[in-house]
């Protein structure tokens, strides 16, 4: 008898990463050919019957549903729907994401309902890697993203005027603008500076706490990308390997450019930093068009 945790693709989720863990992905819709390509959620009818059939598999354990966010999709309420069928042994999350930060809470969540958690434990591990998580995204082109309804007409308005090249965070379920830029090359480096945040952050807060640090995993996705995006996690790896020696050395860390950040040394413990390659789901990548690399960062419990 176990809990059971399910997704959907807009989640990223490799499936052996998902087969590992217990995790079940249930794919989200998709229709039509090139520019007339969409997307749909997932209905509450379908998420019931799988809903149930977990149900059945784990001894009525619970289910715990991570599904993309509601800002960007009807799935999320549909599955709060089916889930009102059966007395609150399924816990539907209000994600507000997308992408590996989604996948990276599933597989947190699998993991401790595979040690034995009860529903609130398993929950619980999921909730705080969602916390956790951020995801970065650039776009070759915005018009997959204007065509689906995902960017704000000022944004759509600036970008295309001003011919930059934006970073997109997707926070509280929506896409802002995060950074703005002229060429990928110095997207790239903000996303590799993004990403150093994210672990010095870490190994601060820690230090100040008096823990060790949490793990800092890293997926970074692509859409048709795939050289961009092994070069940009070549360069996320080398960036923590040059961060790692300069803590050592007590010497000032660097930005994504090579440049120093004065006054900036490190001594704290700095955490373990694992990466993954992905695709974007066929379900994202309708809306980001091709050439679209995005990343997601999250902590997890290091073991």
Request: overall charge negative; some cysteine.
């Amino acid at each position: 008898m176990t809990v059971h945790v399910v997704t959907d693709s807009s989640s990223c989720l490799p499936a052996e990463a998902a087969q590992r863990a217990g995790v079940t992905v249930l794919p989200l819709h998709t229709s039509g050919e090139d520019e007339e390509r969409s997307t749909a959620g997932l209905g509450s009818l379908e998420l019931a019957a799988a809903y149930a059939r977990l149900l059945e598999r784990g001894g009525d354990e619970g289910v715990v549903a991570i599904h993309v966010s509601k800002e960007l999709s009807a799935t999320w309420s549909n599955a709060v729907t089916a889930a009102g069928v059966f007395d609150h042994t399924v816990k539907v999350l209000d994600t507000q994401s997308a992408g590996m930060v989604l996948g990276f809470a599933a597989v947190r969540a699998g993991e401790v309902a595979q040690a034995g958690g009860d529903l609130e434990e398993v929950e619980a591990a999921a909730r705080a890697v969602i916390h956790s998580g951020n995801t970065w995204l650039y776009v070759h082109k915005l018009e997959a993203l204007r065509r689906g309804g995902r960017l704000s007409t000022g944004q759509r308005l600036l970008s295309t005027a001003l011919a930059i090249k934006p970073i997109l965070h997707l926070g509280e379920g929506r896409l802002d603008l995060a950074a703005k830029t002229r060429t990928r090359a110095k997207a790239f480096d903000k996303l590799v500076d993004m990403v150093r945040t994210v672990v010095v952050g870490e190994a601060e807060h820690a230090a100040s706490v008096g823990e060790s640090p949490r793990v800092v995993l890293v997926a970074i996705h692509d859409s048709e990308a795939v050289e961009a995006a092994d070069a940009l996690r070549d360069r996320m790896v080398d960036m923590i390997a040059a961060v790692r020696e300069e803590a050592a050395g007590g010497g000032a860390r660097r930005d994504g450019g090579g440049k120093k950040d004065e006054g900036a040394g490190l001594s704290s413990e700095l955490p373990r930093v694992e990466f993954m390659r992905v695709k974007l789901s066929a379900a994202v990548a309708v809306h980001t068009g091709p050439g679209a690399v995005a990343v997601s960062t999250a902590l997890v419990p290091a073991e």
